[in-house]
């Protein structure tokens, strides 16, 4: 997780007020899931009596070794986590099982109209999906999208007020293609048309909902720095599968990122996970505003109001790019 830092110049030093003067960026108080196998905690294990997932390797019912990334998320954020994610779902509006994400959306939106309290002001709703709209041979990537831009205006309509949207990572990466170069590279283009076409779905999104934080989640270039470095992440096996396509595993010692030909090990769910926490603790609109300064519009110190508004500006510090600084910009009467 990014942390944050106050540079102290002469003037701020000098004025004894601003000592012990902490910063905090959003709290949430649930996580509302909808997706595919990628979030799935178990639900489409559940609905198909343990029929699915089939391999007697996966944890629990989740297409993985151990808990997914929402897990993870729910747990450092922590929070409560309402998970409607199932395994094999697209992005479209199926209604049988898997539903598609539209219908879990509109699924939750009826539950919640019995307990309104489901949907608040501190609920952090993720919507991460489109893979499964492509792995069975499909390739219209804007209709895919347009899926999740639906979905988006129905939580907003409901009155969402915190969304996180990933974008997929590349599918020909995956140990069910990388193996064919000219498959992965089709997998690959088709992937980066639908993220390139669901970040402008997003950004149209946020400018017109502008009451709603929306945080988006590069998934993409994550895991493609992971494939890159997979030794830096603590991986040794970044291109094969840990679970073999007759549901033998392979025990040999190494660090696999991805579990099956298609999903992560629990290993990179966590990773994921420490990612998406620093999208959403590191871009809440609560920090920033669109010229990038950070505003505070009265400060407390040692039990004492103080009538001032003080602009502080984000400075990027080459040497230190993990975190995230701030200088003193200005001192103003309030």
């Known amino acids: 997780m990014k942390k944050f830092y106050r540079l102290l110049g002469i003037v701020i030093s000098s004025v004894v007020l601003f000592s012990g003067v902490a910063f905090a960026a959003t709290s949430f108080g649930n996580v509302v899931v909808f997706g595919d196998s990628l979030s799935d905690n178990g639900n489409m294990y559940a609905l198909t009596g343990g029929a699915v997932p089939p391999s007697v390797h996966a944890y629990k019912g989740r297409w993985s070794d151990g808990p997914v990334w929402v897990e993870y998320l729910a747990k450092y954020l922590s929070v409560g986590l309402i998970d409607l994610a199932e395994g094999g779902a697209t992005t479209g509006t199926e209604t049988s099982i898997p539903v598609g994400v539209q219908t879990q959306v509109s699924h939750f939106i009826t539950m919640a109209s019995f307990y309104p309290t489901m949907i608040s002001d501190d609920t952090l709703f993720v919507v991460w999906a489109g893979a499964n709209n492509f792995l069975s041979g499909g390739t219209d990537y804007s209709q895919a999208a347009n899926g999740i831009g639906t ?7 409901a009155g969402a007020k915190h969304i996180l949207v990933a974008n997929l990572p590349n599918l020909g990466a995956t140990p069910k293609l990388n193996h064919f170069p000219d498959l992965s590279e089709g997998a690959r283009l ?3 048309a639908f993220n390139a076409t669901l970040k402008g779905l997003v950004d149209h999104f946020q400018q017109t909902n502008t009451s709603i934080s ?6 993409y270039a994550m895991l493609m720095d992971v494939i890159a470095d997979p030794a830096y992440y603590g991986f040794t096996d970044v291109v094969d599968a840990y679970v073999n396509p007759d549901d ?4 040999d010692g190494k660090i696999y990122l991805f579990w099956d030909s298609v999903h992560p090990t629990t290993l ?8 998406a926490a ?11 505003t669109s010229s990038g300064l950070l505003y505070i519009p009265q400060l ?4 004492f109001e103080y009538n001032f508004n003080v602009v502080m500006e984000h400075v990027i510090i ?11 910009k200005s001192i103003e009467d309030n």
């Open 268 to 275: 990179a769910h966590k990773l994921i996970a420490k990612k």
């Open 278 to 288: 620093d999208v959403v603790d590191g871009a809440s609109s609560a920090w920033y």
């Open 151 to 157: 979905a988006l205006d129905m939580l907003a309509a």
């Open 300 to 303: 407390f110190a040692n039990g």
């Open 318 to 328: 080459p040497s230190d790019p993990e975190n995230v600084y701030f200088q003193l």
């Open 248 to 251: 033998t595993v392979n025990d």
């Open 214 to 219: 929306v945080y988006y989640f590069d998934v």
């Open 190 to 192: 088709l992937t980066e």
